[in-house]
């Protein structure tokens, strides 16, 4: 169990035990030494509990302390607490210092817990007469009804005087030590005599010893033996391999000379000799009589079996070039058709030059101005001159097309890709092709012994997630010259399941996606899994809106629960379009031309969220029952936590955030919120671990939630 600074502890057993009080005479205790009221070592203790106490001398009538005071808390002499004073801010103690304290020990009870109280004006420390029973997740008094230590602090029955035996004014009588001993100094006694030898320069416990028959005061001397040397009387070089190697040198001073690696002291190779001349080099002679040390680069038989020969294989797998006369054969052409807006696509054939220059050749009207991939992306500079990390098309990557108008790229001399291909899959989202010219649907298309791996599959405007083995929602089929985002709970070496058996359950016309709205590179999914319930037709449309701009549309059919929301991408189509923490607003078009607005507890957009959400016709769904704080989460957190407020009537509102003590300490919202529900958070970021309350307040009512900071 990790150790908190604070946290929500009950009070379980209390041991009043009147003992006699002892006081010291002292400095400040270094009880505290980052100044931060909390047990140094807590980190040490697996349990904890609380004390809010004032110290007395009338009773509890009025408190003692005063600014700069501390209590400590101890177990058998072990610091297990500290306090420091803090100002009261309101009820009957008002004004008045009191301490706040979290204790801390390794056993959950059972431990007796004694308090020192320092009184800074005195420069005293007084041991309390009051010992508790510690008991985890204990709570004792708070800041209206504080524990209350009581002493009289001109009451001792302690002589004061040094108590310390080896002092030379040592005090039989004393029974509580002030501070006043008084001691000799080193190597002497109290009565001022040398205790150990004199050094040769007649210093009492001095350094000083004899060298060559001189005093060297210091006592110190080099590893030459030279008084207060420095070394340089036998510097050298102690290498015994240096080509310079000293004997009679003691000290090494860094002038060691080595031979080069593979010769001796003399310059004489030690190696053989390659066919370069170099000692101990690996170059030699190929078959072609070409000497180098370049493996990678030795000469090599051509499919024309000649030794160096530059014949190849081409794309037919015929051995043309070199010495064969023949040219290689020609490959197809290839037509990508494009829409407006944003387009996932990826490549079932490619050139054998993959570059992006080749690849967007023909788009010289400039209607593509930008393609990103998962994680580069290339910009249209104009005149079709394109710059970014994108420079390449990969046979297994899907990649955003942007088209400020309908198109088509015309890609010449294009070869089909293996449908074999093998695609190293990372947790998270991924963004792949489809490599067949093809369409089959889902579940021919994804062997069954990867369907565990899958949280979803994305395309333009469509998705399938994973429910107990089967796939849901508006993406049945995937078709070449598409691109996906497989949604992995696990990292996969992935091929997709394209075999004779399964061409066997090809579609011949894919179905087509209706939509009303631009398709935007960001995109988030809502599943309305009520839909069966809002009086919705076939052929009838789900539309989702965001202040006015249409982000999203769906065409309803059976089986489909699931719209596609756009987000802003940062081009000029996407203008009004999603951005994080927007909420959309979704409506029913009815075939009649009627529209009818929905009404839900609805997500905020995140791009590429799957968001699952009721929506009604009416908004007599979604009140709030109740006025409360709900949904607080994470808690404990560091450094932001988020929370909930429903409301079911429209009232002004109050929202703060108080410490332990009950002070404000920020406020998050001040003025009228409607019936609903709204969503807060608060950035403890400059507040210290503890505990805090979130506070709301209407003029007749008010509520609180504890959370837990912990850094």
Same mark, same amino acid.
């Given at each position: 169990?990790?150790?908190?600074?604070?946290?929500?502890?009950?009070?379980? *057993?209390?041991?009043?035990?009147?003992?006699?009080?002892?006081?010291?005479?002292?400095?400040?205790?270094?009880?505290?030494?980052?100044?931060?009221?909390?047990?140094?070592?807590?980190?040490?203790?697996?349990?904890?509990?609380?004390?809010?106490?004032? !110290?007395?001398?009338?009773?509890?009538?009025?408190?003692?302390?005063?600014?700069?005071?501390?209590?400590?808390?101890?177990?058998?002499?072990?610091?297990?607490?500290?306090?420091?004073?803090?100002?009261?801010?309101?009820?009957?103690?008002?004004?008045?210092?009191?301490?706040?304290?979290?204790?801390?020990?390794?056993?959950?009870?059972?431990?007796?817990?004694?308090?020192?109280?320092?009184?800074?004006?005195?420069?005293?420390?007084?041991?309390?007469?009051?010992?508790?029973?510690?008991?985890?997740?204990?709570?004792?008094?708070?800041?209206?009804?504080?524990?209350?230590?009581?002493?009289?602090?001109?009451?001792?029955?302690?002589?004061?005087?040094?108590?310390?035996?080896?002092?030379?004014?040592?005090?039989?009588?004393?029974?509580?030590?002030?501070?006043?001993?008084?001691?000799?100094?080193?190597?002497y006694n109290c009565e001022g005599d040398c205790i150990v030898n004199m050094d040769c320069s007649g210093i009492c416990g001095g350094?000083?010893?004899?060298?060559?028959?001189?005093?060297?005061?210091?006592?110190?001397?080099?590893?030459?033996?030279?008084?207060?040397?420095?070394?340089?009387?036998?510097?050298?070089?102690?290498?015994?391999?240096?080509?310079?190697?000293?004997?009679?040198?003691?000290?090494?001073?860094?002038?060691?000379?080595?031979?080069?690696?593979?010769?001796?002291?003399?310059?004489?190779?030690?190696?053989?000799?390659?066919?370069?001349?170099?000692?101990?080099?690996?170059?030699?002679?190929?078959?072609?009589?070409?000497?180098?040390?370049?493996?990678?680069?030795?000469?090599?038989?051509?499919?024309?079996?000649?030794?160096?020969?530059? &014949?190849?294989?081409?794309?037919?797998?015929?051995?043309?070039?070199?010495?064969?006369?023949?040219? &290689?054969?020609?490959?197809? @052409?290839?037509?990508?058709? $494009?829409?407006?807006?944003?387009?996932?696509?990826?490549?079932?054939?490619?050139?054998?030059?993959?570059?992006?220059?080749?690849?967007?050749?023909?788009?010289?009207?400039?209607?593509?101005?930008?393609?990103?991939?998962?994680?580069?992306?290339?910009?249209?500079?104009?005149?079709?001159?394109?710059?970014?990390?994108?420079?390449? *098309?990969?046979?297994?990557?899907?990649?955003?097309?942007?088209?400020? @108008?309908?198109?088509?790229?015309?890609?010449?001399?294009?070869?089909?890709?293996?449908?074999?291909?093998?695609?190293?899959?990372?947790?998270?989202?991924?963004?792949?092709?489809?490599?067949?010219?093809?369409?089959?649907?889902?579940?021919?298309?994804?062997?069954?012994?990867?369907?565990?791996?899958?949280?979803?599959?994305?395309?333009?405007?469509?998705?399938?997630?994973?429910?107990?083995?089967?796939?849901?929602?508006?993406?049945?089929?995937?078709?070449?010259?598409?691109?996906?985002?497989?949604?992995?709970?696990? &990292?996969?070496?992935?091929?997709?399941?394209?075999?004779?058996?399964?061409?066997?359950?090809?579609?011949? !016309?894919?179905?087509?996606?209706?939509?009303?709205?631009?398709?935007?590179?960001?995109?988030?999914?809502?599943?309305?899994?009520?839909?069966?319930?809002?009086?919705?037709?076939?052929?009838?449309?789900? $539309?989702?809106?965001? @202040?006015?701009?249409?982000?999203?549309?769906?065409?309803?059919?059976?089986?489909?629960?699931?719209?596609?929301?756009?987000?802003?991408?940062?081009?000029?189509?996407?203008?009004? *379009?999603?951005?994080?923490?927007?909420?959309?607003?979704?409506?029913?078009?009815?075939?009649?031309?009627?529209?009818?607005?929905?009404?839900?507890?609805?997500?905020?957009?995140?791009?590429?969220?799957?968001?699952?959400?009721?929506?009604?016709?009416?908004?007599?769904?979604?009140?709030?029952?109740?006025?409360?704080?709900?949904? !607080?989460?994470?808690?404990?957190?560091?450094?932001?936590?988020?929370?909930? $407020?429903?409301?079911?009537?429209?009232?002004?509102?109050?929202?703060? /955030?108080?410490?332990?003590?009950?002070?404000?300490?920020?406020?998050?919202? @001040?003025?009228?919120?409607?019936?609903?529900?709204?969503?807060?958070?608060?950035? &403890?970021?400059?507040?210290?671990?503890?505990?805090?309350? /979130?506070?709301?307040?209407?003029?007749?009512?008010?509520?609180?939630?504890?959370?837990?900071?912990?850094?």
């Open positions: 169990m990790s150790i908190q600074k604070s946290k929500n502890i009950f009070l379980k *057993f209390l041991i009043l035990l009147i003992i006699p009080m002892n006081i010291i005479l002292c400095d400040p205790p270094n009880w505290d030494e980052n100044g931060d009221g909390v047990l140094d070592n807590y980190n040490d203790y697996e349990f904890n509990g609380s004390i809010t106490a004032m !110290i007395s001398s009338d009773e509890g009538s009025t408190s003692y302390a005063s600014e700069g005071d501390m209590i400590a808390v101890f177990v058998l002499g072990e610091q297990r607490g500290v306090g420091l004073t803090s100002l009261v801010p309101f009820g009957p103690y008002q004004g008045t210092y009191q301490f706040q304290m979290m204790m801390y020990s390794n056993q959950s009870s059972g431990e007796t817990l004694a308090f020192q109280y320092y009184d800074q004006s005195t420069s005293i420390i007084y041991d309390l007469s009051q010992t508790l029973e510690f008991t985890t997740n204990m709570i004792e008094g708070s800041a209206t009804e504080p524990f209350i230590f009581i002493f009289d602090p001109n009451t001792s029955d302690d002589v004061y005087g040094c108590t310390d035996m080896t002092a030379c004014n040592y005090n039989t009588e004393a029974t509580s030590n002030d501070g006043s001993c008084e001691y000799p100094s080193e190597n350094p000083g010893i004899v060298i060559e028959d001189e005093c060297c005061i210091s006592g110190i001397t080099d590893i030459c033996g030279v008084c207060d040397g420095d070394n340089s009387t036998c510097l050298g070089c102690t290498d015994e391999d240096a080509c310079n190697y000293d004997s009679s040198a003691l000290a090494n001073d860094d002038s060691c000379v080595y031979p080069e690696t593979d010769y001796d002291c003399d310059g004489d190779c030690l190696l053989i000799l390659d066919c370069l001349g170099e000692c101990g080099g690996v170059a030699e002679y190929d078959q072609c009589d070409i000497c180098d040390s370049d493996l990678e680069n030795d000469c090599m038989q051509d499919c024309n079996g000649d030794w160096g020969g530059i &014949a190849y294989l081409d794309n037919c797998n015929e051995c043309v070039g070199g010495n064969t006369n023949d040219e &290689a054969c020609l490959g197809n @052409n290839y037509i990508l058709p $494009l829409h407006v807006g944003s387009n996932l696509v990826s490549f079932y054939s490619m050139p054998i030059d993959n570059s992006l220059d080749y690849f967007l050749s023909s788009n010289t009207n400039d209607y593509i101005y930008a393609v990103y991939g998962l994680t580069n992306s290339a910009i249209n500079l104009g005149d079709n001159l394109w710059q970014g990390s994108l420079d390449m *098309f990969i046979d297994t990557e899907g990649y955003w097309f942007k088209s400020i @108008n309908t198109t088509e790229i015309q890609i010449e001399n294009v070869w089909e890709v293996p449908n074999d291909l093998i695609y190293n899959l990372s947790s998270g989202a991924n963004l792949v092709s489809f490599p067949e010219d093809i369409t089959l649907p889902l579940e021919n298309a994804i062997s069954d012994i990867y369907i565990s791996n899958f949280d979803a599959i994305i395309g333009e405007s469509l998705i399938a997630i994973q429910s107990d083995g089967n796939w849901v929602g508006s993406l049945e089929e995937l078709s070449g010259g598409n691109a996906y985002y497989f949604i992995l709970n696990s &990292a996969l070496e992935f091929t997709y399941t394209i075999d004779s058996l399964s061409l066997q359950n090809q579609i011949n !016309i894919p179905n087509e996606v209706n939509k009303l709205h631009v398709q935007s590179s960001l995109q988030s999914f809502y599943f309305i899994d009520n839909i069966e319930l809002l009086n919705i037709e076939q052929g009838d449309w789900i $539309l989702a809106y965001n @202040n006015g701009t249409l982000v999203g549309s769906r065409r309803w059919s059976d089986n489909i629960k699931d719209i596609a929301v756009m987000g802003n991408d940062g081009s000029d189509y996407s203008i009004g *379009f999603c951005n994080n923490d927007d909420t959309p607003k979704f409506k029913i078009l009815k075939k009649t031309g009627e529209y009818i607005d929905l009404y839900g507890d609805i997500p905020s957009w995140d791009n590429l969220e799957i968001n699952f959400i009721n929506l009604f016709t009416d908004n007599s769904g979604i009140i709030p029952l109740d006025f409360k704080i709900s949904n !607080i989460y994470p808690n404990p957190f560091n450094p932001i936590t988020n929370f909930n $407020l429903e409301l079911h009537t429209r009232e002004f509102i109050k929202i703060s /955030i108080y410490d332990l003590n009950g002070k404000l300490i920020d406020s998050l919202f @001040n003025g009228y919120l409607d019936k609903g529900m709204h969503s807060y958070s608060w950035d &403890a970021s400059s507040f210290t671990s503890g505990i805090y309350f /979130i506070s709301a307040n209407t003029p007749e009512r008010s509520i609180s939630q504890k959370i837990t900071l912990i850094k």
